[in-house]
């Protein structure tokens, strides 16, 4: 009898711990429903990004992807800057505005990438630069003009003074600076690619101390005859003025 109740104790107990176990799984597939990432709706029309009680900006959305026009706005409510998306993709010129309501800069987009001239413009509406960019790459292109709209020139160049001490012990010292001595520029090894300034491809040397040393090495094998450096001077209007310079060398075998 005492063997019959145990046995009957035992097929209860079991019975038990299987239903607390099917309504723990039960529970626990609830909580995973509940936290799956929801899918993407496909929103069309305007969100508003908001900080507080200030709009920041307002996107315009298609089918969930950015598809039209975007703008954010200064804390005061003007418009600070508007984009034109298509597919998700910056397209057309972006326009960076004055808090006035005037056009400070535009910038042309393709596909995403800067890619054409930029211009910046005063109060006035006149025009206060033009700057070449491709494939989202500086160019060398660059006009800067006055309020009265004159053309702005006679920017600084790279100078390069040598110390060659190749014969004594085999270094060859190019030390760059400005021709006016300015300490606001970015000295760089290297040289345009396709007409674009790469840094990738560039070795920055200093920034912002006005001057710059190469020394180069006698390696006994042949190298280049000539190196080129790339200056990222700036401008009174706070812009970059890209200069180069080639430096031809006396020997073939400086590295």
Same mark, same amino acid.
């Given at each position: 009898?005492?063997?019959?109740?145990?046995?009957?104790?035992?097929?209860?107990?079991? +019975?038990?711990?299987?239903?607390?176990?099917?309504?723990?799984?039960?529970?626990?597939?609830?909580?995973?429903?509940?936290?799956?990432?929801?899918?993407?709706?496909?929103?069309?029309?305007? !969100?508003? $990004?908001?900080?507080?009680?200030?709009? /920041?900006? *307002? %996107?315009?959305?298609?089918?969930?992807?950015?598809?039209?026009?975007? =703008?954010?706005?200064?804390?005061?409510? *003007? /418009? @600070?800057?508007?984009?034109?998306?298509?597919?998700?993709?910056?397209?057309?010129?972006?326009?960076?505005?004055?808090?006035?309501? *005037?056009?400070?800069?535009?910038?042309?987009?393709? &596909?995403?990438?800067?890619?054409?001239?930029?211009?910046?413009?005063?109060?006035? !509406? !006149? /025009?206060? +630069?033009? $700057?070449?960019?491709?494939?989202? $790459?500086?160019?060398?292109? $660059?006009? *800067?003009?006055?309020?009265?709209?004159?053309?702005?020139?006679?920017?600084?160049?790279?100078?390069? &003074? %040598?110390?060659?001490?190749? +014969?004594?012990?085999?270094?060859?010292? #190019?030390?760059?600076?400005?021709?006016? =001595?300015? =300490?606001?520029?970015?000295?760089?090894?290297?040289?345009?690619?396709?007409?674009?300034?790469?840094?990738? @491809?560039?070795?920055?040397?200093?920034?912002?101390?006005?001057?710059?040393? #190469?020394?180069?090495? !006698?390696?006994?094998?042949?190298?280049?005859?000539?190196?080129? /450096?790339?200056?990222?001077?700036?401008?009174?209007?706070? &812009? @970059?003025?890209?200069?180069? =310079?080639?430096?031809?060398?006396?020997? &073939?075998?400086?590295?």
């Amino acid at each position: 009898m005492k063997k019959l109740l145990y046995s009957l104790f035992i097929i209860i107990l079991i +019975a038990a711990i299987g239903c607390k176990g099917k309504g723990t799984e039960k529970k626990d597939l609830q909580s995973a429903a509940d936290t799956t990432a929801v899918a993407d709706t496909g929103f069309t029309g305007i !969100k508003k $990004m908001m900080s507080g009680q200030y709009v /920041v900006s *307002e %996107i315009t959305f298609k089918n969930g992807v950015r598809h039209g026009l975007m =703008k954010s706005f200064y804390q005061t409510g *003007e /418009v @600070r800057t508007t984009w034109w998306y298509e597919n998700g993709l910056k397209q057309d010129s972006s326009r960076f505005y004055y808090t006035q309501g *005037e056009v400070y800069r535009t910038t042309p987009y393709k &596909n995403d990438t800067v890619d054409g001239i930029q211009k910046q413009f005063y109060r006035t !509406k !006149k /025009v206060r +630069a033009k $700057m070449g960019w491709s494939k989202g $790459m500086r160019t060398q292109f $660059m006009e *800067e003009f006055d309020a009265n709209g004159k053309l702005i020139g006679g920017y600084p160049q790279i100078v390069a &003074n %040598i110390k060659d001490q190749y +014969a004594t012990n085999g270094t060859y010292r #190019i030390d760059l600076e400005l021709s006016d =001595k300015s =300490k606001f520029v970015y000295f760089y090894l290297g040289e345009f690619t396709d007409g674009r300034f790469d840094t990738t @491809r560039c070795k920055l040397l200093t920034k912002d101390i006005g001057t710059a040393g #190469i020394v180069l090495k !006698k390696s006994g094998t042949p190298g280049p005859n000539y190196v080129s /450096v790339i200056a990222s001077i700036r401008t009174p209007l706070l &812009n @970059r003025y890209l200069s180069s =310079k080639k430096i031809d060398l006396p020997y &073939n075998d400086l590295k």
